[in-house]
C-alpha cells in the first residue's frame, strides 16, 4: 500500500518536471540550451550564517579533539581487515 502510495507521489511531480525541460530540448546550440535549463530551474536561496554561530577559532581545539577520536576509531577497525586472505 505504500509503494503504490509512494508511486502515484512520484508521478504527480514528475509529469511537471517532463514538460518543463520538453522546450529546452528541442534547442540545438548548447550554450541556448543550457541558458534555457538554467532559466527553467530556480536558483536556491542562499543562506547566511547565523549570527549566534560559534566562531570557528573558539572551537578548534575541540574540533581536533573530536577527529583525534574518530581518527583512532578508525584505526581500530582498518586494523581488523585481513590483508593478503
Known amino acids: 500500500m505504500k509503494a503504490v502510495a509512494l508511486l502515484v507521489v512520484l ?19 548548447s550554450s541556448d540550451r543550457l541558458a534555457c535549463y538554467d532559466k527553467a530551474a530556480a536558483p536556491a536561496a542562499r543562506v547566511k550564517p547565523s549570527a549566534a554561530a560559534p566562531a570557528p577559532a573558539a572551537s578548534t581545539g575541540q ?9 583512532a576509531r578508525l584505526d581500530a577497525k582498518i586494523k581488523n581487515i585481513c590483508r593478503g586472505c
Open 11 to 29: 508521478c504527480t511531480f514528475c509529469g511537471p518536471a517532463i514538460a518543463q525541460t520538453s522546450e529546452c530540448q528541442s534547442i540545438t546550440k
Open 63 to 71: 574540533a581536533g579533539d573530536l577527529l583525534a577520536e574518530e581518527d
